[in-house]
T-cell receptor, first 114, second 117 residues
Framework: GNSVTQMEGPVTLSEEAFLTINCTYTATGYPSLFWYVQYPGEGLQLLLKATKADDKGSNKGFEATYRKETTSFHLEKGSVQVSDSAVYFCALSDRMTGANNLFFGTGTRLTVIP | EPEVTQTPSHQVTQMGQEVILRCVPISNHLYFYWYRQILGQKVEFLVSFYNNEISEKSEIFDDQFSVERPDGSNFTLKIRSTKLEDSAMYFC???????????????FGPGTRLTVL
Protein backbone atom coordinates (compact mmCIF):
# COMPACT_ATOMS: atom_id res chain seq x y z
CA GLY A 1 0.00 0.00 0.00
CA ASN A 2 0.84 3.68 0.08
CA SER A 3 2.20 5.35 3.18
CA VAL A 4 4.44 8.18 4.31
CA THR A 5 6.67 8.20 7.37
CA GLN A 6 7.80 11.58 8.55
CA MET A 7 10.25 12.75 11.16
CA GLU A 8 8.60 13.35 14.50
CA GLY A 9 8.60 16.85 15.89
CA PRO A 10 8.57 19.34 17.21
CA VAL A 11 11.72 20.88 15.80
CA THR A 12 13.11 24.10 17.27
CA LEU A 13 15.87 25.96 15.48
CA SER A 14 17.58 29.30 15.75
CA GLU A 15 17.24 31.72 12.88
CA GLU A 16 19.68 31.01 10.02
CA ALA A 17 20.16 27.39 11.08
CA PHE A 18 20.05 24.52 8.58
CA LEU A 19 16.83 22.54 8.42
CA THR A 20 16.26 18.92 7.48
CA ILE A 21 12.93 17.15 7.91
CA ASN A 22 13.10 13.49 6.93
CA CYS A 23 10.40 11.79 4.89
CA THR A 24 10.32 8.24 3.53
CA TYR A 25 7.54 6.60 1.59
CA THR A 26 6.08 3.30 0.50
CA ALA A 27 4.13 3.17 -2.74
CA THR A 28 2.69 0.51 -5.01
CA GLY A 29 2.96 2.50 -8.22
CA TYR A 30 4.82 5.58 -9.38
CA PRO A 31 4.10 8.26 -6.82
CA SER A 32 4.35 11.98 -7.04
CA LEU A 33 5.77 13.46 -3.85
CA PHE A 34 4.87 16.71 -2.10
CA TRP A 35 5.62 18.90 0.83
CA TYR A 36 2.74 20.92 2.22
CA VAL A 37 3.03 23.67 4.84
CA GLN A 38 0.43 24.89 7.28
CA TYR A 39 0.91 28.30 8.86
CA PRO A 40 -1.03 29.07 12.04
CA GLY A 41 -4.74 29.50 11.37
CA GLU A 42 -4.44 28.65 7.67
CA GLY A 43 -5.00 25.67 5.40
CA LEU A 44 -2.42 23.33 3.95
CA GLN A 45 -0.45 24.98 1.13
CA LEU A 46 1.63 23.18 -1.45
CA LEU A 47 5.26 24.08 -0.82
CA LEU A 48 6.96 21.98 -3.49
CA LYS A 49 6.58 18.79 -5.46
CA ALA A 50 8.48 16.24 -7.55
CA THR A 51 6.79 13.90 -9.98
CA LYS A 52 9.54 11.43 -10.89
CA ALA A 53 12.79 9.98 -9.59
CA ASP A 54 15.72 12.41 -9.26
CA ASP A 55 13.45 15.44 -9.67
CA LYS A 56 14.20 18.27 -7.26
CA GLY A 57 11.33 20.41 -6.06
CA SER A 58 12.17 23.86 -4.76
CA ASN A 59 10.33 26.91 -3.48
CA LYS A 60 11.03 29.77 -1.04
CA GLY A 61 14.52 28.41 -0.35
CA PHE A 62 13.24 24.92 0.48
CA GLU A 63 14.36 21.91 -1.54
CA ALA A 64 13.58 18.21 -1.67
CA THR A 65 14.92 15.56 -4.05
CA TYR A 66 12.92 12.49 -5.06
CA ARG A 67 15.22 9.55 -4.24
CA LYS A 68 13.78 6.31 -5.55
CA GLU A 69 16.71 4.20 -4.34
CA THR A 70 16.16 5.26 -0.73
CA THR A 71 12.41 5.96 -1.11
CA SER A 72 12.97 9.36 0.45
CA PHE A 73 11.96 12.98 -0.06
CA HIS A 74 13.72 14.92 2.69
CA LEU A 75 12.98 18.63 3.05
CA GLU A 76 15.93 21.00 3.45
CA LYS A 77 16.55 24.68 3.83
CA GLY A 78 19.94 26.26 4.25
CA SER A 79 18.95 29.17 6.49
CA VAL A 80 15.57 29.24 8.22
CA GLN A 81 13.70 32.38 9.20
CA VAL A 82 11.20 33.05 11.96
CA SER A 83 8.52 33.25 9.27
CA ASP A 84 9.18 29.58 8.39
CA SER A 85 7.60 28.51 11.69
CA ALA A 86 4.77 26.21 10.66
CA VAL A 87 3.76 22.55 10.39
CA TYR A 88 5.25 20.69 7.43
CA PHE A 89 3.56 17.65 5.87
CA CYS A 90 5.11 15.17 3.47
CA ALA A 91 2.62 13.53 1.11
CA LEU A 92 2.35 11.30 -1.92
CA SER A 93 -0.12 10.72 -4.71
CA ASP A 94 -0.10 7.44 -6.59
CA ARG A 95 -0.81 8.49 -10.14
CA MET A 96 -1.08 4.98 -11.51
CA THR A 97 -4.32 4.32 -9.64
CA GLY A 98 -5.88 7.30 -11.33
CA ALA A 99 -7.05 8.62 -8.00
CA ASN A 100 -5.92 12.02 -6.90
CA ASN A 101 -6.13 11.53 -3.16
CA LEU A 102 -3.08 12.33 -1.10
CA PHE A 103 -1.40 10.15 1.53
CA PHE A 104 0.11 12.29 4.28
CA GLY A 105 2.66 11.94 7.01
CA THR A 106 1.88 13.07 10.55
CA GLY A 107 3.37 16.52 10.11
CA THR A 108 6.41 18.13 11.75
CA ARG A 109 6.04 21.34 13.70
CA LEU A 110 8.93 23.73 13.15
CA THR A 111 9.57 26.66 15.45
CA VAL A 112 12.29 29.13 14.53
CA ILE A 113 13.46 31.42 17.31
CA PRO A 114 15.23 34.74 16.72
CA GLU B 1 -6.29 35.15 -4.50
CA PRO B 2 -9.10 32.58 -4.46
CA GLU B 3 -9.17 30.29 -1.45
CA VAL B 4 -11.12 27.42 0.06
CA THR B 5 -13.16 28.42 3.08
CA GLN B 6 -14.64 26.23 5.81
CA THR B 7 -17.25 26.81 8.47
CA PRO B 8 -17.40 26.59 11.37
CA SER B 9 -13.81 26.76 12.54
CA HIS B 10 -14.72 24.77 15.65
CA GLN B 11 -17.75 22.58 16.27
CA VAL B 12 -18.59 20.96 19.58
CA THR B 13 -21.30 18.31 19.63
CA GLN B 14 -22.69 15.55 21.80
CA MET B 15 -22.13 11.92 20.88
CA GLY B 16 -24.93 10.62 18.67
CA GLN B 17 -25.76 14.01 17.19
CA GLU B 18 -25.60 14.82 13.51
CA VAL B 19 -23.11 17.42 12.31
CA ILE B 20 -22.66 19.13 8.97
CA LEU B 21 -19.32 20.64 8.09
CA ARG B 22 -19.36 23.19 5.33
CA CYS B 23 -16.85 24.11 2.68
CA VAL B 24 -16.81 26.57 -0.20
CA PRO B 25 -14.29 25.33 -2.80
CA ILE B 26 -12.57 27.57 -5.31
CA SER B 27 -15.18 28.52 -7.88
CA ASN B 28 -13.74 27.02 -11.09
CA HIS B 29 -12.57 23.79 -9.46
CA LEU B 30 -14.27 20.52 -10.30
CA TYR B 31 -12.81 18.02 -7.80
CA PHE B 32 -13.58 18.23 -4.10
CA TYR B 33 -12.13 16.33 -1.16
CA TRP B 34 -12.46 15.77 2.54
CA TYR B 35 -9.56 14.75 4.77
CA ARG B 36 -9.33 14.46 8.51
CA GLN B 37 -6.57 14.52 11.10
CA ILE B 38 -7.07 12.99 14.51
CA LEU B 39 -4.85 14.75 17.02
CA GLY B 40 -1.28 13.47 16.78
CA GLN B 41 -2.03 11.23 13.80
CA LYS B 42 -1.74 11.45 10.04
CA VAL B 43 -3.93 13.47 7.75
CA GLU B 44 -6.22 10.82 6.23
CA PHE B 45 -8.17 10.88 2.99
CA LEU B 46 -11.91 10.43 3.40
CA VAL B 47 -13.58 11.03 0.05
CA SER B 48 -13.31 12.74 -3.31
CA PHE B 49 -16.24 14.09 -5.29
CA TYR B 50 -16.59 14.92 -8.97
CA ASN B 51 -19.53 15.60 -11.24
CA ASN B 52 -22.01 15.31 -8.37
CA GLU B 53 -20.93 11.88 -7.26
CA ILE B 54 -18.33 10.22 -5.10
CA SER B 55 -15.18 9.48 -7.09
CA GLU B 56 -13.11 7.69 -4.45
CA LYS B 57 -13.59 6.93 -0.78
CA SER B 58 -11.50 5.39 1.96
CA GLU B 59 -12.40 2.69 4.46
CA ILE B 60 -13.02 5.43 7.02
CA PHE B 61 -15.89 6.81 4.94
CA ASP B 62 -18.61 4.42 6.08
CA ASP B 63 -22.39 4.74 6.10
CA GLN B 64 -22.24 7.35 8.85
CA PHE B 65 -20.66 9.80 6.44
CA SER B 66 -22.15 11.49 3.41
CA VAL B 67 -21.17 14.35 1.14
CA GLU B 68 -23.26 16.70 -0.89
CA ARG B 69 -22.99 19.68 -3.15
CA PRO B 70 -26.36 21.26 -2.38
CA ASP B 71 -25.85 24.27 -4.61
CA GLY B 72 -23.25 25.70 -6.95
CA SER B 73 -20.88 26.80 -4.24
CA ASN B 74 -21.08 24.68 -1.08
CA PHE B 75 -19.65 21.22 -0.45
CA THR B 76 -20.72 19.55 2.79
CA LEU B 77 -19.68 16.61 4.91
CA LYS B 78 -22.37 15.12 7.13
CA ILE B 79 -21.75 12.76 9.99
CA ARG B 80 -25.06 11.14 10.87
CA SER B 81 -24.44 10.00 14.42
CA THR B 82 -21.16 11.24 15.81
CA LYS B 83 -18.87 9.05 17.90
CA LEU B 84 -16.11 10.08 20.25
CA GLU B 85 -13.54 8.85 17.75
CA ASP B 86 -14.85 11.29 15.12
CA SER B 87 -13.16 14.09 17.04
CA ALA B 88 -10.58 15.46 14.60
CA MET B 89 -9.65 18.35 12.35
CA TYR B 90 -11.52 18.05 9.06
CA PHE B 91 -9.97 19.61 5.96
CA CYS B 92 -11.75 20.35 2.72
CA UNK B 93 -9.79 20.69 -0.53
CA UNK B 94 -10.50 21.34 -4.17
CA UNK B 95 -8.62 21.02 -7.44
CA UNK B 96 -9.09 21.52 -11.14
CA UNK B 97 -9.87 18.50 -13.26
CA UNK B 98 -7.45 15.63 -12.76
CA UNK B 99 -7.19 12.80 -15.24
CA UNK B 100 -5.51 9.43 -14.80
CA UNK B 101 -1.77 9.79 -14.61
CA UNK B 102 -1.85 13.52 -13.95
CA UNK B 103 -1.92 15.56 -10.81
CA UNK B 104 -3.61 18.85 -10.09
CA UNK B 105 -2.67 20.81 -7.01
CA UNK B 106 -5.17 20.52 -4.22
CA UNK B 107 -6.03 23.73 -2.40
CA PHE B 108 -6.93 23.24 1.23
CA GLY B 109 -9.18 25.12 3.60
CA PRO B 110 -8.12 26.02 7.15
CA GLY B 111 -10.04 23.12 8.65
CA THR B 112 -12.90 22.59 11.07
CA ARG B 113 -12.04 21.22 14.47
CA LEU B 114 -14.78 18.81 15.53
CA THR B 115 -15.00 17.88 19.20
CA VAL B 116 -17.42 15.11 20.16
CA LEU B 117 -18.27 14.94 23.87
Amino acid sequence: GNSVTQMEGPVTLSEEAFLTINCTYTATGYPSLFWYVQYPGEGLQLLLKATKADDKGSNKGFEATYRKETTSFHLEKGSVQVSDSAVYFCALSDRMTGANNLFFGTGTRLTVIP
Amino acid sequence: EPEVTQTPSHQVTQMGQEVILRCVPISNHLYFYWYRQILGQKVEFLVSFYNNEISEKSEIFDDQFSVERPDGSNFTLKIRSTKLEDSAMYFCASSEFSGRGAYNEQFFGPGTRLTVL
